[in-house]
């Protein structure tokens, strides 16, 4: 049976994909077609109880899912009270919670007679899991990715083509996620009828965050139904990493009801707010249009939306989900940036106390125990979204770790 549960309280986006203000769909015509097919699509399949089981079969055979509720018992003796617990999406399929959103989409386009996906991708991450589901379930796969990011990437672009994914080089503007986007969103609208978008985080037009956050809405379900066995009531506090949104928003989702849980997410402060250098979007963005959607993002003196700057690939993205952007205006949610050096202390913390060594997007929510813990009560009980394996960054990070 599947464990995709609607809350009862809380019920955004609205129909036409508003969280509050957030949201919405801001796309040139030749899009509205094929964004309403696949509206219309995905609306009837998340009410189709067949494809909800058939979709959570899927993620118990080929992600283990459930993914376990971690008692992180070195981690919290170190703080000395409360009671850590880890989601380990780090150990999904192809180490990151990225595959939940893919294997949904992926079986929402065979339900729709699509043969081809595609997708874009930057660090590669989202690139490999299409690819993987692609190879999974016999689907020609193509994914964009910009000509820079082929060069930085090479591990995941050999990954890529030996799962026989057709990985297409980018080769205007910046050459990188951004035109990536637009190639990608090119390439669909003119070749609809077969192929289907495979979008990797909650941005982008409606409905979109909707199906994103729906599909990682399992992660949240799961830990609800876990800690309530476990400890016989709800956490205090769920943390989270965010880049586009989406493994907070599928943690978060199914807490939002439930207000005596504090939802916390955990941006990329880079260098500093106060520098040119970070991804903090929620915390120091402005309110723009960009990607189809509404919602804050980093924008120049001249308002301008400018670029982000992370030590993490993941979460390096200039903007932020419109339901994170609504939550945080609603007062249902906090987020907080962490920055470069703060991420790179967590991804030692927790690889010497417990023996995980987290990818350096998850090290941003883990790192903000050190502020929490102090303040924490004895039996306060913390979730953190463990969003991927840290592998990816070991080479790359060990000369900082200190
Ligand atoms: C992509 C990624 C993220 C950031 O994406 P969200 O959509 O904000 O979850 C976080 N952690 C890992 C491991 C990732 O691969």
């Known amino acids: 049976m599947h464990k995709y549960k609607?809350?009862?309280?809380?019920?955004?986006?609205?129909?036409?994909?508003?969280?509050?203000e957030f949201g919405g769909r801001f796309t040139p015509p030749e899009m509205e077609d094929v964004l309403n097919q696949l509206e219309r699509d995905f609306n009837q399949a998340f009410n189709d109880e067949e494809f909800l089981n058939k979709v959570y079969k899927t993620l118990q055979e080929v992600s283990n899912r459930p993914s376990p509720l971690y008692f992180?018992?070195?981690?919290?003796?170190?703080y000395g009270k409360g009671k850590?617990?880890?989601?380990?999406e780090d150990l999904n399929y192809t180490g990151s919670h990225k595959i939940n959103n893919v294997i949904g989409q992926a079986l929402l386009a065979q339900r729709t007679g699509k043969k081809h996906l595609i997708?874009?991708?930057?660090?590669?991450?989202?690139?490999?899991?299409?690819?993987?589901?692609?190879?999974?379930?016999?689907?020609?796969?193509?994914?964009?990715?910009?000509?820079?990011?082929?060069?930085?990437?090479?591990?995941?672009?050999?990954r890529m083509r030996l799962l026989g994914a057709d990985v297409r080089s980018v080769e205007f503007g910046t050459k990188t996620l951004k035109e990536a986007v637009d190639a990608a969103i090119d390439y669909w609208v003119k070749n609809a009828n077969?192929?289907?978008?495979?979008?990797?985080?909650?941005?982008?037009?409606?409905?979109?965050?909707?199906?994103?956050?729906?599909?990682?809405?399992?992660?949240?379900?799961?830990?609800?139904?876990?800690?309530?066995?476990?400890?016989?009531?709800?956490?205090?506090?769920?943390?989270?990493?965010?880049?586009?949104?989406?493994?907070?928003?599928?943690?978060?989702?199914?807490?939002?009801?439930?207000?005596?849980?504090?939802?916390?997410?955990?941006?990329?402060?880079?260098?500093?707010?106060?520098?040119?250098?970070?991804?903090?979007?929620l915390t120091m963005g402005k309110k723009v249009i960009l990607h189809g959607m509404r919602q804050y993002a980093l924008v120049d003196?001249?308002?301008?939306?400018?670029?982000?700057?992370?030590?993490?690939?993941?979460?390096?993205y200039p903007g932020s989900g419109p339901e994170l952007c609504y939550l945080k205006d609603a007062g249902r949610a906090e987020f907080y940036p962490i920055t470069?050096?703060?991420?790179?202390?967590?991804?030692?913390?927790?690889?010497?106390?417990?023996?995980?060594?987290?990818?350096?997007?998850?090290?941003?929510?883990?790192?903000y125990l050190e502020k929490l813990m102090p303040n924490t009560e004895k039996d306060d009980i913390v979730?953190?979204?463990?969003?991927?394996?840290?592998?990816?960054?070991?080479?790359?990070?060990?000369?900082?770790v200190e």
């Open 119 to 158: 997708a874009e991708t930057g660090a590669g991450q989202h690139g490999v899991a299409t690819a993987t589901v692609a190879a999974y379930l016999g689907m020609k796969c193509t994914i964009f990715m910009g000509a820079e990011d082929i060069e930085r990437q090479k591990l995941n672009v050999d």
């Open 340 to 367: 470069d050096k703060e991420a790179v202390a967590a991804f030692k913390r927790l690889s010497h106390t417990e023996g995980i060594v987290p990818a350096i997007e998850s090290a941003h929510a883990v790192a």
């Open 301 to 316: 003196k001249n308002g301008e939306v400018c670029e982000s700057y992370s030590i993490s690939a993941g979460i390096d």
């Open 383 to 400: 979730i953190v979204s463990l969003s991927g394996r840290g592998d990816k960054d070991c080479e790359r990070l060990i000369e900082q």
């Open 6 to 20: 609607r809350n009862e309280k809380y019920s955004l986006p609205t129909s036409d994909g508003f969280f509050g």
């Open 194 to 281: 077969d192929t289907f978008y495979v979008l990797g985080s909650t941005v982008g037009p409606h409905p979109y965050p909707l199906m994103v956050r729906s599909f990682q809405a399992i992660i949240g379900q799961e830990a609800k139904e876990q800690i309530l066995a476990l400890e016989g009531k709800l956490p205090n506090y769920v943390l989270a990493c965010v880049g586009g949104g989406s493994n907070s928003s599928g943690i978060f989702y199914n807490f939002i009801d439930d207000e005596n849980v504090k939802l916390i997410g955990l941006e990329a402060g880079g260098k500093g707010v106060d520098t040119e250098f970070h991804g903090a979007s």
């Open 72 to 78: 992180a018992k070195k981690l919290t003796e170190y």
């Open 84 to 88: 850590i617990y880890l989601k380990r």
